[in-house]
């Protein structure tokens, strides 16, 4: 009985070589559009080296149960690699300690995860990018005027960079006054809220700061309906945000390279399956997108192909 | 009760009748109310009144219906997913017919079809509410998660956005919605068969069976009602925000319940008021208009939250306590 369970085993794992490697990929959720332009990227960077991609997303957002049964199932089937975001960077050390002891190569991608061994890092300074981003604001308003910051889930670790790169802009600026800093926690209807609340104590902002591209279009939907002008900048270059930059609506929206994390994540993992050499560390810099460049992103991911590993890895 | 009044007499009257059994939850948020005037000058103002109605607004038109669901001593923990996939299917509607009717109407349809579904479960099979609308709750994100797959969909007629960001005579139109349903609300549960017979339920369901209460049609009744609530609070939540993603509802599910338990109906069923549900919408509201306009520390927000809605509930508690003792 045994016998023929490990025969039909072995015969399984034959046809999936023949058929490429297969790679696990773990997001954190199915809600955020991220994750979904870096699953994208992973798959169009599967298919560009002939391997097969098999995602694992829990179905209750950033759920810590959930991705450590995910990760006990994967260490059951064996894919050939994992490429892993961790949903929590601290609580995930476990689960990866067993995805070590199991001996799949795994690479982090997006979210640094605070312990295990990884094959490299793949990801985008939140710290620059918040910087870059909040420049390029404050430089338009000619480095004067009344900006208001909208956070996001306060304890995440984007968020800590993020705004800790805004701040670090506002600093350069001191003709900028930063009116208040109030959570929008990345939701949209939350930030419109807010920004409504907001427009009531100060009667003029000029510029508003928010750490993601959802949060930002709540903020351009209540000073559109309250008559108010201001200019807004958001984080991530969604497709939204790209539209609203197009229309005039937005000013600008830093560049999160989601598309381009999951393409490389994915090609590292599948060339180190190919003893390549592959880089420790990548970590994508900041660029700011804007009324004179986005016509590169203005692309549906779906669309898009990864770019060459060379040209990733110079980045 | 006289049976001479006119029509809109008998709706203030409905009104009022609610409103009584409300008093310090009322008294709560008015304390509130005064503590925020001295603080900020922005509060007292019409606009920011309005804002702060406009605010609660979807709030209140998600929790109403959930009120007459937790009047029969059940619980509806499927609306925020009912809103998220409302707001999806009639954005997707919308953007394919190009009509913004029958995006609203699929909208409240597909809420309407979560609450049917809800019902069925709780009256004729016989489901714990909790279970039922919990497990109702998963197959819901499911369903919007598969069809959004973590798109956006967005950029609405103005007419459709006109339903939450639009004003007649200066009043914002959701708020206009509020009342209109929380006075068919609160007219329904006070004067007509059907609410009495739902608080009947909620109170002791056995009496209420003997005495010839069809109870899993009114059961079923609530939940339609909670679930088409949902379908319209996701057109204002649509028209308001002017896109709609797959994790919209997530924020909802709690705060409408909290909502409906703060303005003071009970969780074991038979006492609680539409109106009362207005008041918990408006505290919760105030809380975060509060925080905004005093720029409270992001830090200190959850706290601060968490400890008013304690203490707006606390005097009620304490009276309610007292005179059971004298008893």
């Not at chain 1, 975001?85 to 690479?107: H, L, S, W």
């Not at chain 1, 990345?186 to 003029?204: D, G, H, I, K, S």
């Not at chain 1, 000013?251 to 590292?268: I, N």
């Not at chain 2, 000058?41 to 219906?65: C, E, H, K, Y």
Request: proline share 4%; net charge positive; glycine share 10%.
């Amino acid at each position: 009985m045994n016998k023929i369970f490990l025969t039909a085993a072995i015969m399984l794992s034959t046809a999936a070589q023949a058929d490429g490697e297969k790679i696990a990929v773990f997001t954190k959720n199915l809600t955020n559009p991220l994750f979904q332009v870096e699953r994208l990227g992973a798959e169009s960077a599967a298919k560009q080296m002939g391997a097969t991609v098999q995602h694992y997303v829990p179905t209750k957002p950033d759920s810590i149960p959930e991705q450590m049964s995910q990760i006990e199932d994967v260490a059951v089937k064996r894919p050939n690699a994992i490429v892993f975001i961790p949903v929590d960077p601290k609580a995930m050390v476990p689960g990866i300690a067993k995805i070590n002891a199991a001996n799949i190569p795994v690479v982090n991608v997006t979210d640094r995860a605070a312990g295990g061994k990884f094959v490299s890092f793949i990801g985008a300074d939140d710290y620059s990018l918040g910087l870059e981003t909040a420049r390029f604001l404050l430089k338009a308003m000619g480095g004067k005027g009344n900006v208001v910051i909208m956070e996001g889930v306060k304890a995440s670790l984007t968020n800590i960079d993020r705004v800790r790169g805004f701040k670090k802009a506002l600093e350069e600026n001191p003709g900028v006054k930063l009116l208040a800093q109030q959570p929008g926690n990345y939701q949209r209807l939350q930030a419109l809220q807010v920004m409504e609340n907001l427009m009531q104590t100060f009667p003029q902002i000029d510029g508003v700061i928010a750490a993601n591209d959802a949060m930002a279009t709540g903020v351009i939907e209540a000073m559109e309906a309250a008559n108010r002008k201001g200019l807004v900048v958001g984080i991530n270059g969604t497709k939204e945000a790209i539209d609203a930059i197009k229309a005039g609506k937005m000013l600008a929206s830093g560049d999160y390279a989601g598309f381009e994390q999951g393409c490389l994540g994915t090609m590292v993992a599948i060339r180190e399956l190919h003893k390549l050499p592959v880089p420790k560390e990548v970590v994508f810099p900041a660029s700011v997108i804007h009324k004179g460049n986005y016509q590169p992103y203005d692309v549906a991911a779906e669309q898009r192909a990864c770019p060459k590993y060379e040209d990733l890895i110079k980045k | 009760m006289s049976f001479a009044l006119s029509k809109p007499g008998r709706f203030i009257g409905a009104l009022t009748a609610d409103l009584k059994t409300i008093a310090y939850r009322l008294a709560a948020a008015m304390v509130i109310c005064v503590i925020l005037t001295f603080a900020s000058d922005a509060f007292l103002t019409t606009n920011n009144l309005l804002n702060v109605l406009r605010q609660a607004s979807l709030l209140f038109l998600l929790a109403s219906g959930l009120t007459l669901v937790i009047l029969t001593a059940g619980l509806d923990l499927s609306v925020g997913a009912n809103i998220g996939l409302s707001a999806c299917i009639a954005a997707s509607v919308m953007k394919l017919s190009g009509s913004a009717l029958l995006g609203a109407a699929s909208g409240v349809g597909v809420g309407m079809c979560i609450g049917v579904a809800n019902g069925l479960l709780v009256a004729l099979m016989r489901m714990p509410p909790f279970i039922a609308t919990y497990g109702m709750l998963w197959v819901v994100h499911g369903i919007t998660f598969w069809y959004m797959a973590g798109t956006t969909i967005y950029g609405f007629p103005s007419a459709f956005r006109a339903l939450g960001s639009g004003y007649f005579l200066g009043v914002p139109i959701p708020v206009y919605l509020m009342f209109v349903f929380l006075t068919l609300g609160a007219f329904f549960a006070q004067r007509t068969t059907y609410g009495q017979e739902i608080y009947a339920i909620g109170a002791n369901r056995e009496s209420a069976r003997l005495s010839g209460v069809p109870i899993a049609r009114r059961l079923i009744l609530v939940y339609t009602v909670s679930g088409a609530m949902a379908g319209l609070a996701s057109l204002v939540f649509l028209a308001r925000m002017n896109s709609a993603e797959g994790d919209i509802g997530e924020a909802f599910t709690l705060p409408a319940i909290a909502a409906v338990l703060i303005g003071g109906t009970s969780l074991f069923g038979g006492v609680g008021t539409v109106s009362g549900t207005l008041v918990g919408a408006l505290i919760l509201t105030l809380v975060l208009n509060g925080m905004n306009l005093l720029t409270l520390d992001a830090s200190w927000q959850p706290l601060v939250t968490g400890v008013i809605v304690i203490l707006a509930v606390f005097l009620d508690t304490l009276t309610r306590k007292r005179a059971e003792a004298r008893k």
